[in-house]
């Protein structure tokens, strides 16, 4: 199979394939279908986001795409925790966060007086608690694995498991449903980020507007860690736009910090910042750089651009050998 | 009721309730069963964590127990996210940290080559992955809300709706359920962390090897503002812990950080960083100042001491009056 | 003698004396008369800035004026190092800057083509070199203790020890002198910085253009002692005008910081800062807060006014009582 | 004239000149005989430390030799001015520390009883305080040039100006003096610092145990910039020796920044920290590297070697190019 050698940025083809955190009809789905580098890929869903990553790193397919951040398919942790393994091997290529809007779907036909029971994942039924204390008081919420597996078993099973499922409208369509209701969430501004990811490669061309992915693991847990890690960053004009720190499963207390920053790999700020990293960090996973989703330009420092960094070098070796 | 006016750190008596996730047989009641300060309180299971939240804050209950870390019945976020909701209003009396250790549990006289269908939820069952590969390569996984309420519901239900559930073991018990086979989880130093919750009042006492934790809005998304927040605590010499940078819903991009430190509110060092915190965020919540789980004591930095505090203070004051 | 109790920042009155670096016509003279709290006390001018200090500390005298800064006549390093002195006792109530303006006296009747031999401090004859290189080519330069004191030589010894003497123009009527020259030095806008120094005693009262002096003193000389002293200034909003590293004279490479920062100490931003300090530097030597000469307020940051300071304290009595 | 193509470390031969401080008997020139690689160079006095410089400039001698720290024999300031001097072009090859002992020198047969007057420059006299004060209560003390300036005029001017010298031990034979009394100084484990300057050149090779000289200007006089300087130094792992603040001259608040930090410009944490600075600053003046006159090896933080820096460098070109 040629997918091995495509480079990570480039838009795939009608040849290739994408995995993504399925059903058909999840947010993933429609965060995958927007995304530019997937071009006219296959797609393929798959039950979880282990699958996903698992395909990717084997060769199945070309790509994966995987919620990340403020997930209502699966928390953030799996994935990020997915890809911090140390075996992972894998890079992300784009990101794309989309709006996240639930309705409620029913069987043609259905009305809300006939709503007895409804499925969707625990975090979806909490976000949809007001529209349901006011509207369905009564009825009992259902555990499902995924917002569209709920609107895949109301659509397919029969007789169907529960009589109503909060979903992704798209979802109503693959699978004979209705939306009873639109926009149903407390909060309509809430939205969601996707990551696309690939086997490792030459990083997809500088935009101007990228980020960085880094997974740091510390040496011990000193205190002053989080401190030293920030300075390498600041000390070269790179912005974080995103830190967690995640227990390594070795025991609580054990921290790895997942990172974005601003910028791009080839940038010399970031070359050099991750260099510093490397020299204080027991290891640095770099995951990738990649256009922003926002396209939103960094406010870099004066005196951090690749030209700074270079007419820096060129005084620094006229120094050195005293010319 | 006398509950609301118990003070946090106060060992509960019979005539007090506290509730937990439930159903009966999770993990949290485990670990509140664990907790010195629940006493002799009554447990009242409750099916989510708002609902546990809830029933504190209404007073209903003394006391609530929830997940907060690398939890395998909810996501930490929702908890996180609970507690630093403006009218939250509610702090951290204790925490404690338990192994997690999965059991796969079957009705009685149930044997493993008669199982077709196996419920827990999905973070669970990731976790076990690498048994039920090799024992039941071709079981169906199911989603449920909680591992207990995969146990409740495989115990109670009749016909049963799956064969099998992976659960606690504790469950067993509370269901009629039997331990078909014991720690099957890949990771066997997995460990969950808990924390009981109380309405608001004096913190429980310095026990020397304590934990503060706290909520913190940026007033905006600069680019130093975590280091910032970092030196404020690095120059009174209070370690952190724990630090999750959050969204604050609003859209993605906005964040606060979740942070556990290292000493009590009553401490000099620990007082001086909060009012250094409060004078450079949009908004400092206080959750709360508890006892340690693992007992570990801070490696305080010379010169930190509450002593050093009032001798500086001393010094201060006489300077400022030229005596 | 009642001039042990007179405030530090109190306007002199004719029953006072004010010491300063002598002779009479000395830069430093012209410096103290313009000092406000000098008011109208009796001046008398000493042969050293030791001298001066002595007789503040043993209160022959209610003040004294010593060059600080870029001096002309007398290493700064003297008046810092004097001060520094574990004994000194000392505090700075006033500070003063003036133009630095050199003249070319003579005996009445000299004129340009007769003189043979200059005298001065070898500074200030450097900082005429451009003129004294074109004007007198073949004059010698002689060294002497002061600027006056080559003036005074030359108008009151007989025969005179030299022709011509550099000083500032104020010395010609003190002894009997005319200006040949005006303004000869190359630089015309230098200046010179001088202080009022006092016994201590309440500092003078908060002007909102303050300075406050210090001498810190390292427990160690570890690497990273500047950026933790920086950094207690920082985090509270208080900007350093003046920092010199000094050797304690113990040893080369055992240092001492000589610190100008904004602020009073009355200013809550300034004395928590002093704590800080005084926390984790073996010493912290308060030599003073005093009037800036050049009247400028501070660019405080948001957040470090008092009443910030004192919002911040309020909050967390509020939490560390429950209320 | 071959002297301007000698590298900046090599052992000047019989065919070189080196100018000091003079005259001869000064601690400058025990200083220049005792440095190794001034060889047996012929040794030029002069009167100042900015004839030294310029005599090195043009190229009429090979190397200078200057006070730079805690100097009795001129500011240590003017020397760092003139070397911060925008056209100066002149870097530090080595330094030498010598210990500072004062002798009372005196014409042949003089006794202790028939001093009237001593000649010194103030600062040696203000250290010898002590000796006098017992000694000579009743001697004038007159200003001098430079210590050995004192004992020159005593011993070459007829009739004597004054009676006694106070003057390094050595001035006494080359001007026919006797020692009277040697040691004289108060704190006898005062000690100077000298500088041996030539023209540019490739730097002395490293040592191990070497140290970088820096005149740094700030772009302007914003509160941070000193901890943004620190801080580029901290986080490639140099620690500063020295630091001063000295005003440009334009106007008092202006400032440059000297620093000694440990290292070489060759080492690769050394040049980062350049190029870093250079970013940062106005203008960045390389003063040279050169070995350390205590030979102190460098506590150099883990990370920090030479060969972490060429792995991260390596890890980065491998990341970059996806292979």
Not at 231 to 236: K, P
């Amino acid at each position: 199979m040629s997918q091995g050698s495509t480079a990570t940025g480039a838009v795939l083809t009608a040849a290739d394939s994408v995995a993504y955190l399925g059903p058909q009809g999840t947010f993933t789905e429609v965060a995958m279908r927007a995304m530019p580098s997937v071009g006219d890929a296959q797609a393929v869903p798959m039950t979880s986001v282990d699958a996903v990553l698992d395909a990717v790193r084997r060769g199945d397919v070309a790509a994966g795409v995987v919620p990340i951040e403020n997930s209502l398919e699966g928390p953030v942790t799996t994935t990020l925790d997915a890809l911090a393994r140390r075996d992972s091997q894998l890079v992300i290529t784009q990101e794309w966060a989309i709006p996240v809007r639930f309705s409620l779907l029913v069987r043609p036909g259905v009305s809300l007086s006939e709503i007895r029971q409804v499925a969707s994942i625990p975090i979806a039924a909490a976000q949809c608690r007001g529209w349901l204390s006011e509207n369905l008081p009564d009825a009992h919420v259902l555990a499902a694995l995924s917002t569209a597996s709920a609107a895949q078993r109301l659509g397919t099973e029969n007789p169907p498991p529960y009589d109503a499922a909060i979903s992704p409208a798209v979802a109503a369509q693959h699978y004979g449903l209705e939306v009873l209701a639109d926009d149903i969430g407390d909060n309509s501004a809430a939205s969601t980020r996707f990551v696309q990811v690939r086997r490792p490669g030459p990083p997809p061309p500088r935009t101007g507007a990228d980020k960085t992915t880094l997974m740091l693991f510390m040496r011990e847990d000193h205190a002053g860690a989080l401190m030293e890690i920030l300075t390498e960053f600041a000390v070269r004009g790179v912005n974080l736009t995103n830190i967690e720190s995640r227990p390594t499963r070795k025991q609580l207390g054990d921290y790895y910090f997942a990172i974005d920053c601003e910028g791009h790999v080839a940038d010399a700020r970031v070359g050099e910042a991750l260099t510093g990293l490397r020299r204080v960090c027991a290891e640095v996973r770099y995951l990738g750089s990649y256009p922003r989703h926002d396209g939103k330009q960094p406010h870099a420092r004066p005196g951090t651009a690749d030209e700074d960094f270079a007419n820096a070098a060129a005084w620094l070796a006229q120094i050195r050998s005293g010319a």
